[in-house]
């Protein structure tokens, strides 16, 4: 398409009330009267998914009547937004929104009756999230003077594989997604997609992990050939750290592709870690923008990294809730099974590793993952290699990396990352870093993290400018 065409992806909390969504219903609308065709992702309602996923535990528990409360009260906040929105009490929306209640209240009971939570029913109950906030974000794109049509991300053609929870798509979604969405946007009617889902090719509803509207958002800029995918967030794009903990934390104006890959990996909460993966190929670039300040430019995301002369560190992020597994004993040493052994143990587990760092005169391999994976963690790795190894697991622990691709080449910046933890007496328990040289991460003492990324983010200087 030659012409401009934006997908526009809306955050949780801007969609959280019908205020929420009438404001973000009016930025598409500047774009769209501007002469720019849009697409609109949305997430669901900000707290909905927790809630959804709280009340299919309740079901399965057997507290039928907790769950059925917490729909009740869903179907109310959903009611109360196309209300304000200006739906009448008749109108399609709200039917469409009480039909969809009706659904959800069976589909809750079904897994009361069976008191079981397969990874399939889970994933039909949590989209239910972003299948109730599209119709509302329609209604206030046609109040707002625009023709507007809601689909899931199944109907906008988003295929995936059958990994329920964390779904991926298949190679014919493109094509499918062109197909569905282009006669829409030449007819001048504004698609509205239900972000975070897909559907199998036998028509079950998937999901594509958490933040998995942002994913949503890029493939189908992909499919369309997008200009850019605008990411509405509640604050300015990518900063160089937690606001909350630092704070003269500052917008980073560029990244690459690689760069936000590695934030979004190492905990920073920007993007869905495989948002960026469709727009790769294309070179398309994704703008994350604050809703509040819709003209700032934000965080541009792009193929190129931008480096900046003195500034080799982007950002500096953090994971907490962090668990330490070490396998030590003489048998580690210099025996590639053994190595093979954890990590096949691991695989077969789902656990996704943090870091992995290991020493071979200490004979030792120390392995970091989320402390809700510890346990798992441990048993498979008792489990799967030999009975002379010790495998030990320390708690309360956090992961704090740097990212930047100056680093690439550049002395001293590791120096400068130790010298600060040093200075602010943080003791170091596993370092680690990748040979594409984009982040170095070092584990901490979670009680230390907060202290640590104060230190490290004033060593680099990145509170003074991280903009050209």
Excluded at 197 to 217: N, Q, V, Y
Excluded at 320 to 328: E, F, P
Aim: hydrophobic share 45%; glycine share 8%; charged share 20%.
């Amino acid at each position: 398409m030659n012409e401009s065409l934006l997908v526009m992806k809306y955050g949780g909390t801007n969609m959280q009330d019908a205020r929420a969504v009438r404001h973000s219903a009016s930025l598409a609308a500047r774009s769209i009267r501007e002469g720019v065709k849009v697409v609109v992702v949305v997430s669901a309602m900000a707290g909905v998914t927790n809630q959804l996923l709280k009340l299919a535990d309740a079901a399965q528990s057997g507290d039928i009547a907790s769950a059925n409360d917490e729909i009740a009260a869903m179907r109310t906040r959903h009611f109360t937004a196309a209300q304000e929105l200006g739906a009448a009490p008749d109108s399609d929306t709200v039917r469409e929104i009480r039909e969809m209640h009706e659904t959800l209240r069976q589909a809750v009971y079904g897994v009361y009756l069976l008191r079981e939570l397969t990874p399939r029913s889970r994933d039909l109950i949590v989209a239910f999230g972003e299948r109730l906030s599209a119709p509302l974000m329609k209604l206030a794109l046609e109040q707002d003077g625009l023709r507007a049509h809601h689909l899931s991300g199944g109907e906008a053609g988003i295929v995936t594989d059958t990994h329920f929870g964390n779904a991926r798509p298949l190679t014919g979604t493109y094509e499918r997604i062109k197909d569905r969405l282009s006669g829409l946007l030449s007819a001048g009617v504004t698609p509205v997609v239900a972000g975070f889902m897909g559907e199998t090719e036998k028509g079950a509803i998937t999901t594509l992990g958490r933040g998995g509207t942002d994913f949503s958002a890029t493939i189908i800029g992909k499919a369309l050939s997008a200009t850019e995918v605008w990411g509405w967030k509640d604050v300015d794009g990518v900063m160089s750290a937690d606001p909350r903990v630092v704070a003269d934390a500052r917008n980073v104006d560029v990244l690459s592709y690689g760069e936000v890959m590695e934030l979004a990996y190492f905990g920073a909460k920007v993007l869905h870690p495989l948002a960026v993966t469709p727009l790769q190929d294309s070179g398309i670039p994704l703008r994350l923008k604050n809703s509040a300040d819709p003209d700032f430019a934000g965080t541009l995301v792009q193929a190129q990294p931008r480096d900046e002369a003195g500034h080799p560190v982007k950002a500096v992020t953090a994971i907490r809730n962090v668990s330490i597994i070490n396998v030590s004993g003489a048998g580690v040493l210099g025996i590639p099974e053994v190595i093979a052994s954890v990590f096949d143990a691991i695989a077969r587990e789902n656990v996704t590793l943090l870091m992995v760092s290991q020493s071979s005169s200490m004979s030792n391999v120390s392995l970091a993952v989320q402390t809700t994976d510890a346990e798992r963690t441990l048993n498979a790795l008792r489990a799967g290699v030999s009975l002379e190894l010790k495998v030990e697991q320390q708690d309360h622990v956090a992961v704090l990396a740097i990212v930047g691709s100056g680093m690439r080449g550049q002395k001293g910046v590791s120096a400068r990352l130790f010298t600060a933890l040093a200075a602010a007496d943080v003791n170091i328990l596993m370092i680690s870093q990748g040979s594409s040289e984009l982040n170095v991460s070092v584990a901490v003492e979670a009680e230390h993290v907060d202290e640590a990324t104060r230190a490290v983010h004033a060593a680099f200087n990145l509170g003074r400018s991280v903009t050209a």
